[in-house]
Every structure is written in C-alpha cells, then in structure tokens.
C-alpha cells in the first residue's frame, strides 16, 4: 500500500516563502516521477512541478523561477522550494507519483494560503 503524506503548508504574506515535503512509504517497483499538482475551488487541478527518474525538472510557467522541486530517491521524498509566493499561489498542493504500470498516486493534499 503506497501513501504519500504532505506537510509544510500553511499561511505565509504575499512575498514570503514555504517549503512543501511529500514522504512516500510503500515499495514501488520503478519511480517514474514525483511531482507537485494544485487545485483552487471550481478550477481543475494543475501541475506545478515535476521531477523525473533522471532528475530532469519541469514547471509550469506560472511558476518557473520561484519554485525548485527536489528529491531523495533513497529516503522516497520529494519537496517544493516555494518563493516569492502570490496570493494567486493559494491553493491545495497535492503530492504525485507516477511509477511502473503505469501507476499514479496522490496525497491527500495540503493548504497553501497566500495573503496580500
């Protein structure tokens, strides 16, 4: 049974900084990437950011230069670096794995609140 688990969220003012983390626990054959998704009310989940197998990085443009995912494949954990944070970053931030199947898991997800 595979669980991801977020923590590091909370209420930061608008220029601040956050640092989310994901603990996966289960064994998974092959990792394929771990990631970093958000969704607000009424609008469909987004990816944020995503690191592969081969540590190669992706952002969504909304993000890019402000946020840094990073992993430790030994330890199963992922982070997002969040900087420079704007209220329009307010959202729940959902952990995500895709491995080998292909499998996709989630977190149960964590509040990010970003005043002005």
């Known amino acids: 049974q595979v669980q991801l688990v977020e923590s590091g969220g909370g209420l930061v003012q608008a220029g601040g900084s956050l640092r989310l983390s994901c603990a996966m626990s289960?064994?998974?054959?092959?990792?394929?990437?771990m990631g970093w998704h958000r969704q607000v009310p009424g609008k469909e989940r987004e990816m944020v950011a995503r690191?592969?197998?081969?540590?190669?990085?992706n952002y969504a443009d909304s993000v890019k230069g402000r946020f840094t995912i990073s992993r430790d494949s030994a330890k199963d954990m992922v982070w997002l670096q969040m900087t420079s944070l704007k209220p329009d970053d307010t959202a729940v931030y959902y952990c995500?794995?895709?491995?080998?199947?292909?499998?996709?898991?989630w977190g149960q997800g964590i509040q990010v609140t970003v005043s002005s």
């Open positions: 289960g064994r998974l054959f092959t990792v394929y990437s």
């Open positions: 995500n794995v895709v491995a080998y199947g292909p499998n996709e898991y």
């Open positions: 690191i592969d197998l081969h540590n190669r990085e």
